[in-house]
């Protein structure tokens, strides 16, 4: 029972560079959900989809990307990585009841 | 917009006690609330989820309450363990369903 499974781990980029962080779930989930967490500022929302094909901002949605080809995967991508990205990286996803959250994917920006 | 907030942001509490962590949010328009626990470094798990028709759901040593009319949900944690040191996020979803807004979290210490 694999749940919500984010890939890679830990990566660090150097200024300029670009990446995509996988997430994947296994639970037929229609939602799913890319947020950061940073000390002092807690979780918050980059964007979010609603079902395959669909995505939608959150509340710091500037500088990344997302796609939703395939109802168990949901891709963030950064275009032109920043020292200001730097941060850890949650997936999750749920129906309209409990969400479950991936382990986390830790990005350095140097 | 919801604003969500947890007191204490810090607890130190000697092995045995039972506590309570609280959690305030400013829009009673919410589709749940749920209960997290997040230990350093890693994802976030899920303890406790209260729809906002129920008034509280338990878990083992875990009890979480929801009163929607005063914008209050506690997690209560009876009996607390060395185990049980980790920070608690509450996290509300909005009444489309659709997205959550998250507290700032409580850090739990539990000395042996």
């Known amino acids: 029972n694999a749940g919500v499974t984010q890939t890679p781990k830990f990566r660090v980029l150097k200024t300029g560079q670009s990446m995509t962080l996988l997430c994947a779930q296994d639970?037929?989930?229609?939602?799913m959900y890319w947020y950061r967490q940073d000390p002092g500022m807690g979780l918050r929302l980059i964007h979010y989809?609603?079902?395959?094909?669909?995505?939608a901002k959150g509340e710091v949605p500037d500088g990344y990307n997302v796609s939703r080809l395939k109802k168990q995967n949901f891709l963030l991508g950064l275009e032109s990585a920043a020292p200001s990205q730097t941060s850890v990286y949650f997936c999750?996803?749920?129906?309209?009841?409990?969400?479950?959250f991936g382990q986390g994917t830790r990005l350095t920006v140097v | 917009k919801q604003e969500v907030t947890q007191i204490p942001a810090a607890l130190s509490v000697p092995e045995g006690e039972n506590l309570v962590l609280n959690c305030s949010f400013t829009?009673?328009?919410?589709?749940?609330l749920q209960w997290f626990r997040q230990d350093p470094g890693k994802g976030l798990t899920s303890l406790l989820l209260?729809?906002?028709?129920?008034r509280e759901q338990t878990s083992g040593r875990l009890n979480a309450s929801l009163d929607k009319s005063s914008g209050r949900s506690t997690l209560y944690i009876a009996a607390s363990q060395p185990g049980d040191s980790a920070t608690y996020l509450c996290?509300?979803?909005?009444?489309?369903?659709?997205?959550?807004?998250f507290g700032p979290g409580t850090r739990l210490s539990v000395l042996p």
């Open positions: 829009d009673s328009a919410i589709y749940n």
């Open positions: 209260i729809q906002s028709s129920q």
């Open positions: 639970m037929n989930h229609e939602y």
């Open positions: 989809s609603v079902g395959e094909g669909t995505t």
């Open positions: 996290a509300l979803r909005d009444n489309y369903g659709q997205n959550f807004v």
């Open positions: 999750a996803s749920s129906h309209r009841t409990e969400a479950f």
